[in-house]
């Protein structure tokens, strides 16, 4: 892992306002949605699900994708937040061969387990058909929607962890660069500037803590599991990175019930002035200068997360849109999807929802820059370009749910780190299905 050069930045940006996502009802709003054939000028509705857009980007994008395709309505199914929810009600509803649902957004981690499952329908021939070319996006996030030799969704942004800042409480010379630095600078700021926190991450037991146990672990040099796939948790540079989380999750710097916090927790608390420092995504920076949102607006800085022993780690995270294979809408489905993750609305998704494009020539585009300054940074292109992926299995949510079990029991202090390693060490080697 390199270590990160510092991308610290006092940016000021003002975001155009647009109308915040409205969850629609369950029920049909119109009479059309199960037509498509025949009449050519007749309106098909597809549904759209995904976690709360907390940001302005989805509602921006679908309004101007029903602009241009004025056949075509989406209508908006607002999934559970937290990604492993979301995970499990996708799983029940295509298990029973559902088509009510015929886009969905998938987290980065789950397109092999859904594509062998055969809940998506490939993407190949459409892309073909439209000249789509897998090239003109991040490799990386290209690989992980491939699944035996096939295309099953399309990257629409790429996650890394992030520290942001308050410009006003934290001076750009100061931004802290290691996990200690950051324990000081959150105790000297809790309390300024109307802060009632240091420090805010996610630190809930759901699957945001694997991505910030895995940055721990990571700024120390441990991994969970190595690039061959063998489980190698139980070293001391991991136990060195768990103990580092133990102590940041049970320091004052962090609201007493952090445990209770997962991203709208903590992004909230943050855009509501409350803390100084959060670790989050990208999305972050938009969000806190909403000026319908965001009481900090033009008042935060980005930088990479602190580092261990070893450097600043970044966990690589990301959503891609995909079909349900049961969908009677497919070719509307692929319009809305190729829309979202192509060019236009990866470039409304940036800017309104700072959402950090994985097609690579939207990072010289004038205006993405403009609303998200810090994408210029080569610190952040090195964030991404190094960011460390979660363990690669078909069966990842049992890993998952593994780890999450281990390090919260590590937090709640009922075990010690060394003894979270040895239990992840044994439990993961169990069930890893390679
Ligand atoms: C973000 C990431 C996703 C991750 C999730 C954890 O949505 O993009 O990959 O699993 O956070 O909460």
């Known amino acids: 892992m390199k270590k990160l050069k510092k991308i610290s930045k006092v940016i000021s940006t003002s975001l155009a306002l647009s109308l915040v996502l409205a969850a629609c009802s369950d029920k049909e709003e119109g009479s059309s949605s199960k037509n498509t054939g025949g009449d050519k000028d007749e309106k098909v509705t597809i549904v759209y699900a995904r976690g709360k857009d907390d940001t302005q980007g989805t509602t921006a994008m679908v309004e101007a994708f029903e602009k241009k395709y004025p056949n075509i309505d989406v209508k908006f199914k607002e999934m559970p937040a937290d990604t492993g929810k979301q995970h499990d009600a996708y799983v029940t509803a295509f298990n029973a061969n559902s088509d009510e649902i015929d886009v969905i957004d998938l987290d980065v981690i789950w397109p092999a387990e859904f594509a062998q499952a055969g809940f998506l329908m490939p993407l190949d021939r459409f892309m073909e058909k439209d000249g789509v070319n897998p090239e003109d996006y991040n490799q990386g996030a290209i690989s992980a929607s491939k699944f035996k030799g096939k295309q099953w969704a399309l990257p629409k942004f790429i996650d890394a962890g992030m520290l942001f800042y308050r410009t006003d409480l934290v001076d750009e010379g100061s931004v802290p660069k290691t996990w200690d630095e950051l324990l000081a600078k959150a105790k000297e700021t809790k309390g300024q500037g109307g802060t009632q926190f240091g420090y805010l991450m996610q630190a809930k037991q759901y699957e945001g803590l694997v991505c910030n146990a895995v940055e721990f672990i990571a700024s120390?040099?441990?991994?969970?599991?190595?690039?061959?796939?063998?489980?190698?948790?139980?070293?001391?540079?991991?136990?060195?990175?768990?103990?580092?989380?133990?102590?940041?999750?049970?320091?004052?710097?962090?609201?007493?019930?952090?445990?209770?916090?997962?991203?709208?927790?903590?992004?909230?608390?943050?855009?509501?002035?409350?803390?100084?420092?959060?670790?989050?995504?990208?999305?972050?920076?938009?969000?806190?200068?909403?000026?319908?949102?965001?009481?900090?607006?033009?008042?935060?800085?980005?930088?990479?997360?602190?580092?261990?022993?070893?450097?600043?780690?970044?966990?690589?995270?990301?959503?891609?849109?995909?079909?349900?294979?049961?969908?009677?809408?497919?070719?509307?489905?692929?319009?809305?999807?190729?829309?979202?993750?192509?060019?236009?609305?990866?470039?409304?998704?940036?800017?309104?929802?700072?959402?950090?494009?994985?097609?690579?020539?939207?990072?010289?585009?004038?205006?993405?820059?403009?609303?998200?300054?810090?994408?210029?940074?080569?610190?952040?292109?090195?964030?991404?370009?190094?960011?460390?992926?979660?363990?690669?299995?078909p069966n990842y949510p049992e890993i998952s749910d593994i780890i999450q079990v281990q390090i919260s029991q590590a937090v709640a202090k009922k075990i010690t780190p060394e003894q979270a390693a040895k239990n992840m060490q044994k439990e993961i080697s169990e069930k890893l299905v390679k």
């Open 220 to 393: 120390y040099g441990g991994q969970i599991i190595d690039e061959n796939g063998e489980v190698k948790v139980d070293s001391p540079e991991a136990i060195k990175g768990i103990s580092k989380l133990v102590e940041v999750v049970n320091s004052d710097v962090v609201p007493q019930n952090i445990t209770t916090f997962a991203e709208p927790e903590s992004h909230t608390a943050f855009i509501n002035g409350q803390a100084g420092l959060i670790r989050n995504w990208p999305y972050q920076f938009a969000l806190a200068n909403d000026e319908k949102q965001s009481k900090i607006v033009g008042k935060v800085g980005v930088a990479p997360l602190p580092a261990g022993d070893k450097g600043s780690a970044a966990a690589l995270g990301g959503w891609m849109a995909g079909i349900n294979k049961n969908t009677k809408h497919p070719e509307e489905a692929w319009k809305f999807l190729s829309f979202m993750a192509g060019k236009e609305g990866q470039k409304i998704d940036a800017i309104k929802g700072g959402h950090a494009p994985t097609i690579l020539s939207l990072y010289e585009d004038q205006e993405i820059l403009d609303a998200n300054p810090y994408y210029k940074d080569e610190g952040f292109v090195k964030a991404l370009e190094a960011a460390v992926s979660r363990p690669v299995a």
